[in-house]
C-alpha cells in the first residue's frame, strides 16, 4: 500500500500532462545509430501477465536501461528462461551469459489499470550471493499510464546499479515545422511517446526553455509579427509576455529557482543579453558594446551564466556572473549548456556537440552527425538531445554523455528541431 501512495505522490504533476495528451501519439521514435559494448550487461526477461496489455513493459524498461548508454539488454533470443518471480531463476543460467542482473515481473489487471511488480535479481553473487533480490516494488497504474509505470520501473532499477537518480519519466518539448506556414511547439515523453500539440500557429517558435518545476515553457514566438519571449503555463494554457523589446528577443532560460529568464534582444542594434523577472518586468541589461551575444544559459547554482559572443571575431562560448562582470572566454562556438551536478559542461563546436569535463579540463567529442545544434541535456546529466541535418530534413538526436550510445528520433511529415529536455517531473 505504501508503494501505491508513493506512485500515486510520483505521478501528481505528470498526471496533468495524461489529460492534455488524452489524444496522444507518438511523433518520434528511438532508432539506435550505435551503442558501445563495453556496457553493463542486462537481462530483462518479458514480464508475466494473464491478460492483454496495450505496450510491452519489460520492453519499455530494456530499452530505458539500453538509452542511457550504461546497459546493453541481452536479445530475448539469446535468454535461457523465461522466470516470472526471483524464485524461478537459476543465476547459473545468467551468470554464463556475462550479465550481472536479471530483471522479472508481472502485469495483472488491477481494477480498471493495471498492477505492476518487479525484481532485480543479482546472478553473480556481489551483493552478497548469487540469486539475491537487490531492488523490488509493486504499485498500480491506470489504463493510461502503463508506460509510465514502466518507466518508474526504469528509474529505480538504474537509480539501485548506478547510483544514479534515473530521468525516463521527463518529458522534451521541440519545434515542428510543416511546410512553410505551419508551425507547433510539441511535448512528448523523452522517448518520443504520448505525444500532444501545445499551441500550433502559422508564426514561427523557437527555443522553448522548461521552468525549473516543470509548470512552464519560456519560448519565441513571432505571433505578434515580431519575435517576442513568452512564457506559457502548461497546466492552465495561460501566457505571458516576458520579452518585447524593440526588436528580436529570443534564446530564453530560466534561473535556476524559476524567478528570472534571462534572453537575448538587440533593441540597440547588436545583440545582448537581458534579464527580466520571469512574470514580466523587471528588466536589466547584462552585456553592452562588446559584438553580438545570445544564447544564455545559467550555471546549476544560478551564480554564473554562459553565454554565445562573437566579441573576437567568431562565436564562442562565454562566462560571466549574475551582474554582467568577469567574463571569460571558455571556447567552442556556441549552445553552452552546464551538467546539473556542475561537472560537465555540454557545448556545440566545429558543428559537433563535445563536452567538456570541467575538473581535468579535457573536452570529448560526443556526436557524429552533422551541423549539429540545441543541444539540451536530462536532469540526471547521463543523456543529450540535440538537433541536426539529415538530408534536407531537420531530425532530433541522442547521444549518451558518456558518447557510449547513440540514437536518431525520425519525425513523421515534417522538421525537428530545437529540443528541450524536461527537469523531473516527480518528487523521486
Same mark, same amino acid.
Given at each position: 500500500?505504501?508503494?501505491?501512495?508513493?506512485?500515486?505522490?510520483?505521478?501528481?504533476?505528470?498526471?496533468?500532462?495524461? +489529460?492534455?495528451?488524452?489524444?496522444?501519439?507518438?511523433?518520434?521514435?528511438?532508432?539506435?545509430? #550505435?551503442?558501445?559494448?563495453?556496457?553493463?550487461? /542486462?537481462?530483462?526477461?518479458?514480464?508475466? &501477465?494473464?491478460?492483454?496489455?496495450?505496450?510491452?513493459?519489460?520492453?519499455?524498461?530494456?530499452?530505458?536501461? !539500453?538509452?542511457?548508454?550504461?546497459?546493453?539488454?541481452?536479445?530475448?533470443?539469446? $535468454?535461457? +528462461?523465461?522466470?516470472?518471480?526471483?524464485?524461478?531463476?537459476?543465476?547459473?543460467?545468467?551468470?554464463?551469459?556475462?550479465?550481472?542482473?536479471?530483471?522479472?515481473?508481472?502485469?495483472? +489487471?488491477?481494477?480498471?489499470?493495471?498492477?505492476? +511488480?518487479?525484481?532485480?535479481?543479482?546472478?553473480?553473487?556481489?551483493?552478497?550471493?548469487?540469486?539475491?533480490?537487490?531492488?523490488?516494488?509493486?504499485?498500480?497504474?491506470?489504463?493510461?499510464?502503463?508506460?509510465?509505470?514502466?518507466?518508474?520501473?526504469?528509474?529505480?532499477?538504474?537509480?539501485? /546499479?548506478?547510483?544514479?537518480?534515473?530521468?525516463?519519466?521527463?518529458?522534451?518539448?521541440?519545434?515542428?515545422?510543416?511546410?512553410?506556414?505551419?508551425?507547433?511547439?510539441?511535448?512528448?515523453?523523452?522517448?518520443?511517446?504520448?505525444?500532444?500539440?501545445?499551441?500550433?500557429?502559422?508564426?514561427?517558435?523557437?527555443?522553448?526553455?522548461?521552468?525549473?518545476?516543470?509548470?512552464?515553457?519560456?519560448?519565441?514566438?513571432?505571433?505578434?509579427?515580431?519575435?517576442?519571449?513568452?512564457?506559457?503555463?502548461?497546466?492552465?494554457?495561460?501566457?505571458?509576455?516576458?520579452?518585447?523589446?524593440?526588436?528580436?528577443?529570443?534564446?530564453?532560460?530560466?534561473?535556476?529557482?524559476?524567478?528570472?529568464?534571462?534572453?537575448?534582444?538587440?533593441?540597440?542594434?547588436?545583440?545582448?543579453?537581458?534579464?527580466?523577472?520571469?512574470? #514580466?518586468?523587471?528588466? !536589466?541589461?547584462? &552585456?553592452?558594446?562588446?559584438?553580438?551575444?545570445?544564447?544564455?544559459?545559467?550555471?546549476?547554482?544560478?551564480?554564473?551564466?554562459?553565454?554565445?559572443?562573437?566579441?573576437?571575431?567568431?562565436?564562442?562560448?562565454?562566462?560571466?556572473?549574475?551582474?554582467?562582470?568577469?567574463?571569460?572566454?571558455?571556447?567552442?562556438?556556441?549552445?553552452?549548456?552546464?551538467?546539473?551536478?556542475?561537472?560537465?559542461?555540454?557545448?556545440?563546436?566545429?558543428?559537433?556537440?563535445?563536452? !567538456?569535463?570541467?575538473?581535468?579540463?579535457?573536452?570529448?567529442?560526443?556526436?557524429?552527425?552533422?551541423?549539429?545544434?540545441?543541444?539540451?541535456?536530462?536532469?540526471?546529466?547521463?543523456?543529450? /538531445?540535440?538537433?541536426?541535418?539529415?538530408?534536407?530534413?531537420?531530425? $532530433?538526436?541522442?547521444?549518451?554523455?558518456?558518447?557510449?550510445?547513440?540514437?536518431?528520433?525520425?519525425?513523421?511529415?515534417?522538421?525537428?528541431?530545437?529540443?528541450?529536455?524536461?527537469?523531473?517531473?516527480?518528487?523521486?
Amino acid at each position: 500500500m505504501k508503494l501505491f501512495t508513493y506512485f500515486k505522490k510520483c505521478v501528481g504533476f505528470i498526471g496533468c500532462f495524461v +489529460a492534455i495528451s488524452a489524444m496522444a501519439e507518438s511523433d518520434v521514435q528511438i532508432l539506435v545509430d #550505435g551503442a558501445i559494448n563495453t556496457s553493463q550487461p /542486462i537481462a530483462v526477461v518479458p514480464f508475466r &501477465t494473464n491478460v492483454a496489455i496495450p505496450s510491452d513493459v519489460a520492453q519499455i524498461v530494456s530499452d530505458d536501461l !539500453r538509452n542511457s548508454g550504461k546497459f546493453s539488454p541481452i536479445p530475448r533470443g539469446r $535468454l535461457p +528462461a523465461q522466470p516470472g518471480s526471483a524464485g524461478e531463476v537459476v543465476p547459473e543460467q545468467w551468470s554464463i551469459l556475462g550479465t550481472d542482473y536479471v530483471v522479472v515481473g508481472q502485469v495483472d +489487471a488491477a481494477g480498471s489499470g493495471y498492477s505492476i +511488480a518487479y525484481q532485480l535479481i543479482d546472478v553473480l553473487g556481489t551483493s552478497g550471493f548469487a540469486g539475491n533480490v537487490v531492488s523490488q516494488g509493486a504499485f498500480n497504474v491506470s489504463a493510461d499510464q502503463l508506460r509510465l509505470g514502466a518507466h518508474t520501473v526504469s528509474d529505480q532499477i538504474f537509480e539501485k /546499479i548506478t547510483q544514479i537518480r534515473g530521468a525516463f519519466r521527463t518529458k522534451i518539448a521541440y519545434v515542428v515545422q510543416r511546410g512553410v506556414s505551419s508551425y507547433e511547439l510539441r511535448v512528448s515523453d523523452y522517448d518520443g511517446f504520448n505525444a500532444f500539440t501545445l499551441v500550433s500557429s502559422k508564426e514561427p517558435f523557437m527555443s522553448p526553455e522548461w521552468s525549473p518545476d516543470g509548470a512552464k515553457l519560456a519560448y519565441v514566438t513571432f505571433e505578434n509579427k515580431k519575435p517576442q519571449v513568452v512564457v506559457h503555463d502548461i497546466r492552465s494554457g495561460k501566457r505571458n509576455v516576458v520579452g518585447a523589446l524593440k526588436g528580436h528577443n529570443g534564446a530564453p532560460s530560466f534561473s535556476p529557482d524559476g524567478s528570472q529568464l534571462a534572453f537575448a534582444s538587440n533593441q540597440d542594434g547588436l545583440l545582448n543579453i537581458y534579464v527580466a523577472n520571469a512574470n #514580466g518586468g523587471g528588466i !536589466r541589461q547584462l &552585456t553592452r558594446g562588446q559584438g553580438n551575444n545570445t544564447e544564455p544559459s545559467w550555471s546549476p547554482d544560478g551564480s554564473v551564466i554562459l553565454f554565445t559572443s562573437d566579441r573576437g571575431g567568431s562565436p564562442q562560448v562565454y562566462s560571466m556572473n549574475i551582474s554582467g562582470g568577469n567574463v571569460s572566454l571558455i571556447g567552442g562556438s556556441g549552445s553552452g549548456k552546464i551538467s546539473s551536478d556542475g561537472k560537465n559542461l555540454i557545448m556545440v563546436s566545429s558543428d559537433k556537440i563535445v563536452k !567538456r569535463d570541467l575538473i581535468s579540463g579535457s573536452t570529448e567529442v560526443l556526436s557524429s552527425t552533422f551541423l549539429d545544434e540545441s543541444p539540451s541535456i536530462s536532469p540526471n546529466g547521463t543523456m543529450v /538531445i540535440y538537433s541536426s541535418t539529415k538530408g534536407v530534413s531537420k531530425v $532530433l538526436q541522442l547521444v549518451s554523455a558518456d558518447g557510449r550510445f547513440k540514437a536518431n528520433l525520425p519525425g513523421v511529415g515534417g522538421q525537428y528541431k530545437f529540443p528541450a529536455w524536461s527537469p523531473y517531473l516527480t518528487k523521486q
